[in-house]
């Protein structure tokens, strides 16, 4: 069992998790992900590791409550214990070498971009970060952005904090008015790195981005998460989860990656009404 | 008296038509009468050929004996000296190459229904005997086991009764291997799996789940840091093949391990799982092993209309049980054998809906023997599912060797032992199972842990 240390709300509906994992906590780096099982048959959902503390043993996550697993996961109480906290998985992002470096986050993706603007920012590269979200009240960790970058542009689809926008408007920008950077790292939903590698594309800036498909195991024995990276079949809980941008084929992935829409749904609507009924 | 019948007193089970909607056991057992009934049928040779058959050399006759002389708990002692899985054994061997394959009874007639008793002696030793497991005096040696499947298992159990202390790593939340995600419910009931487990933890093995060794921790941590004399590698082999065709990424294409996994581990055919399962009508399974098997069986339960076999071979070359074969057909799953898909077709929202496939023909015996399939020129087909499960076999997972150094694998990324005993070109460090051989047997499995167990045993003893 794995006790929840912390939980504190970001927004309404992204949530941040601080669990006991020493083993986990001595080897998770940027970029690698966990496993988890909040209850004894919950299914097993992937959640990138947002944090990690090597001293107090501890590994922090940050999910948005977007359908069953995730609510029955935002149910536990902090001094409660999550089932299964498997980690950390998937291969750490390659960030040796780079000097100049815009990272793009959208929603709660920001919460997997933000390590990794950190890792570089302590490595002494130069960080532009530019997120987005879709209003005010969704925005999270701008703060801790804003700490460990040279330059930061907030975006917000409704104009109603920073400048109204997509991400790929202002990264856009940024290339245009002369910024040379050695690579972009895109995280967030499928659609908008989709987006942000035909804006790197055109000026041909490598671009990293980091797929979120659907997975079970998380350790490469089924292939639930398997993409098509360059032509060729990519497992991306073993062989990623960051590809380059370039080679990822987003149509499929996005296709993949409502395989279970109508169960989810459903999922939602049960978890929903399980969770009321608690409450009263 | 011997019973001098022909054929093996039958096994009774579910019918066909019930079966193949619920997920319960198939085959349901002997009886005492039954089991007293068949092992009359044992001729109790002197050479026993039938325990040569047996690759963790059980003394069958003795056992078979007993049950004979129906004592049964005289039976299960026998069992126990060579086995901790009897149950599990009992259930899923391929007997038919094994110990009966073996038997002189068979060759006029049937063989003696070995497996069926070692499966009756197991169950009733459950049902019946409430003695806790004896636990060894500890010595102070520890060994850590990588993997809790088959393989792992027996050399934990053999170790644990020798008073090592073992701890057993395992990377999914359950212990059991590929006897948990793996082989369905109907074939083996998960909770005797639990049992095997539960009687393990009582001899002193420790078990630790969400283990994933190569990332959590190294082998070399395991015994530089941790103080494991001995690790045994038992990581099997999981990492699922795809054909290469075109659209094998579409919505509805599954590795059989990810359908299986979703099945079984995670219970996704009861209706209140929280884990989704494609809902089929049509389901293509590609592949004859026992794995395709499974797969097809366990898609006809979750409610599909029409289930197919796609093999490329003929029925003679399928590589699955015989027993497997007969069950499926019972349950209506359709052959289409000698035919090979070619690419998977897609609608417009990125789902399967139907498989292109071309007919085989046998052409000359490759080197391996066996009659290789040829396709036949324009003979293209369609054949309409919505559902595909690929069960073309797997191989290892790279993880513990790329994180192992010095540790020599071959090109097929299998771990390289010595063949005798599973030392690996690391001191100290073992392996066995499918982690060695590629995908294999349950019962190899075991084997090899028993030898594995033995050696280590032997190393640290000598050191």
Redesign the interface.
Known sequence: MYRIVEKTPLNPTVTKMVVEAP??AK?ALPGQFVIL?AGA????IPLTVADYDREKGTVTVIFQVVG??TM?LNALKEGESL???????GRASELDGLKKVCVVGGGVGCAIALPVAKALHEKGAEVHSVVGFRNQDLVILEDEFRACSDKFVLMSDDGSCGRKGLVTAALEELIQAGENYDEVIAIGPLVMMKFVVAVTKKYNVKTVVSMNPIM??G??????C???VGGK?RFAC?DGPEFDGFEV?FD?AI??G???KD??AH?REEACNLLNQEVR | MANMSLTKCPMPSQDPEVRSHNFDEVALGYTAEMAVEEAKRCLNCPKKPCHSGCPVGIDIPAFIGKVAEEDFAGAYEVLSQSTTLAAVCGRVCPQESQCEGKCVRGVKGEPVAIGRLERFVADWHREHAHEEPVKAAPNVHKVAVVGSGPSGLTCAGDLAKLGYAVTVFEALHTPGGVLVYGIPEFRLPKELVRKEIATLEAMGVEFQTNMVIGKVLTVDELMEDMGYECVYLASGAGLPSFMGIPGETLNGVYSANEYLTRVNLMKAYRPDSHTPIAKSKSVAVVGGGNVAMDAARCAKRLGAENVYIVYRRSMDELPARKEEVEHAEEEGIIFRLLTNPVEVLGDETGHVKGMKCIRMELGEPDASGRRRPVPVPDSEFVLDVDTMIMSIGTSPNPLIRSTTPGLETNKHGCIVTNGEDGLTSRTGVYAGGDAVTGAATVILAMGAGKQAAAAIHKYIQEK
């Open positions: 083993l986990i080897k099982r048959d919950s299914e097993r069953g697993g029955e089932h299964d906290f498997v980690g950390p998985l079970i195991d350790t490469g024995m089924c292939g639930g398997r993409l098509t079949t073993v084929d499929e296709h993949r409502a395989m279970y169960f989810e999922a």
